[in-house]
């Protein structure tokens, strides 16, 4: 079965400075990767996506995301934190070999401070 | 207009009641799922349709039904309250020929009391 480890509950950084969410996954076969962000009060908005092809992934507002099979990770980075990067991030894996359902990691909530 | 709307966004209710969250999209997918969210779970699949005629449980429902009407439209129902269906609720889509990328409502914040 697929599964999805986010390896902090909350992370706190300056604005300005380094964002890194991490993310491991567990399947048997060649998953499809999402980062998903929700905003307060909002649905989730899809932030990036691997799907076999680049195993560097570039997403919207600055992030992107590297897969790394040997280490079964996809974490999550952005070079400079801005205050309306505060939200909580979602890291999912989709498998062919179970109709592409997605599997949701716990979240991690992001904090930026001025 | 929001490409899938959520009605209603806020429900109070008392245990026992029968209660209907309503999703319709305007993205044209044949795809729609119904998930809860619970602080530090993430999300958890309820319901999904991969049409109108295909209805399949997922991970966590008991204690739920769901009907789909049309292409656009998927309810999912509670026919009997209880406290610890306390969550945030979303319906979301996707296109068969997509790899899973899906498209969320703004959710529905049900509290059961």
């Known amino acids: 079965a697929q599964s999805v480890t986010q390896l902090d509950s909350h992370v706190s950084v300056s604005e300005g400075t380094p964002v890194l969410l991490r993310c491991n996954y567990s399947?048997?076969?060649?998953?499809?990767l999402f980062w998903y962000v929700q905003h307060p009060n909002k649905g989730l908005q899809l932030l990036l996506k691997y799907t076999s092809a680049a195993t560097l992934v570039k997403g919207i507002n600055g992030f992107e995301a590297e897969f790394k099979k040997s280490e079964t990770s996809f974490h999550l980075t952005k070079p400079s934190a801005h205050m309306s990067d505060a939200a909580e991030y979602f890291c999912v894996v989709s498998d062919r070999r179970y109709g592409n359902k997605l599997v949701f990691g716990a979240g991690t909530i992001l904090r930026v401070k001025s | 207009d929001a490409d899938v709307t959520q009605t209603p966004r806020n429900r109070i209710t008392k245990t026992g009641k029968r209660i209907m969250l309503e999703c319709s999209q305007t993205k044209g997918h044949d795809r729609m799922y119904w998930y809860r969210q619970d602080p530090g779970l993430g999300l958890q699949l309820i319901y999904y349709s991969f049409d109108v005629k295909d209805i399949n449980k997922g991970e966590i429902s008991d204690g739920y039904s769901v009907s789909r009407q049309a292409q656009a439209k998927f309810s999912l129902s509670l026919e009997s309250a209880i406290p610890n269906q306390t969550a945030l609720y979303f319906c979301a889509t996707s296109d068969s020929a997509s790899t899973g990328e899906l498209f969320f409502g703004e959710g529905s914040r049900l509290t059961v009391l």
């Open positions: 399947s048997s076969y060649s998953p499809s």
